[in-house]
C-alpha cells in the first residue's frame, strides 16, 4: 500500500512556504530540437499541393489501384506527359 497522499498546499505549509533549493543541474551541450526524420525518397525533393473535388480524388485512387501503383506515381508520370508536351524534358 502507499503511504499518506501529501498536497501541494501541506507541503507548503510544512517547508514554511518556501521552495528547497535544487540541486544544480550538469550543463550539457545545446541540443537542437528533434525534427521528424525525411525519407530517403524525399531527399531533394519538394512538395507540390494540389487539389482536387472528392470525385477526381477517388477516381485517382481507383486508377492507381486498377494499376497496381501509387498516386504518386500517376502524378509524375502526368507531369513528364505535360512536360513533354511543351517541349520540355520529363524529369519528375
Do not use: W
Not at 500500500?1 to 514554511?16: E, F, H, I, V
Not at 526524420?37 to 470525385?55: A, D, I, W
Not at 477516381?59 to 501509387?70: G, P
Amino acid at each position: 500500500m502507499a503511504g499518506p497522499k501529501t498536497d501541494l498546499k501541506d507541503a507548503l505549509q510544512q517547508s514554511g512556504g518556501k521552495v528547497p533549493p535544487t540541486e544544480p543541474e550538469a550543463k550539457e551541450k545545446a541540443v537542437p530540437p528533434v525534427s521528424r526524420q525525411q525519407s530517403l525518397s524525399r531527399v531533394g525533393k519538394k512538395p507540390v499541393t494540389v487539389y482536387y473535388g472528392k470525385e477526381a480524388h477517388l477516381q485517382l485512387k481507383i486508377l492507381a489501384a486498377e494499376q497496381d501503383t501509387t498516386i504518386q506515381q500517376l502524378h509524375q508520370d502526368a507531369l513528364n506527359a505535360l512536360f513533354v508536351k511543351h517541349g520540355k524534358p520529363p524529369i519528375a
